[in-house]
């Protein structure tokens, strides 16, 4: 079994920064690609930024240099540093991961999400 648990969310205000942690744990042989995606109500759920096990990263358009997602792997932990926040951030923000489990399965896993609020 595999989990991702997510930490780092909360209420900041416009122009501010946060930085969002992403952990993977359990039966798990190789994660190839970690990555942070966003939602809001009504919308689907969109990509923010990824990150592949050779570090690798690509950025959707309206993140790029504001967003910087990094990579621990020997801790199986991807972080996402956001700074010049705008109330249009404001989303549930979800971790990703495609791996390789150690039953040599090939799985894409999700979080639970975090809340990122941001407001005056």
């Known amino acids: 079994q595999v989990q991702l648990v997510e930490s780092g969310g909360g209420l900041v205000q416009p122009g501010g920064s946060l930085r969002l942690s992403c952990a993977a744990s359990?039966?798990?042989?190789?994660?190839?690609?970690m990555g942070w995606y966003r939602q809001v109500p009504g919308k689907q759920r969109e990509l923010v930024a990824r990150?592949?096990?050779?570090?690798?990263?690509n950025y959707a358009d309206y993140v790029k240099g504001r967003v910087t997602i990094s990579r621990a792997n020997t801790k199986n932990t991807v972080y996402l540093q956001m700074n010049s926040l705008k109330p249009e951030d404001t989303a549930v923000y979800y971790c990703n991961a495609g791996l390789v489990t150690a039953q040599l399965a090939d799985g894409d896993y999700w979080g639970q999400g975090t809340q990122v609020t941001v407001s005056s």
């Open positions: 990150i592949t096990s050779s570090g690798s990263t």
């Open positions: 359990g039966s798990i042989f190789n994660i190839y690609v």
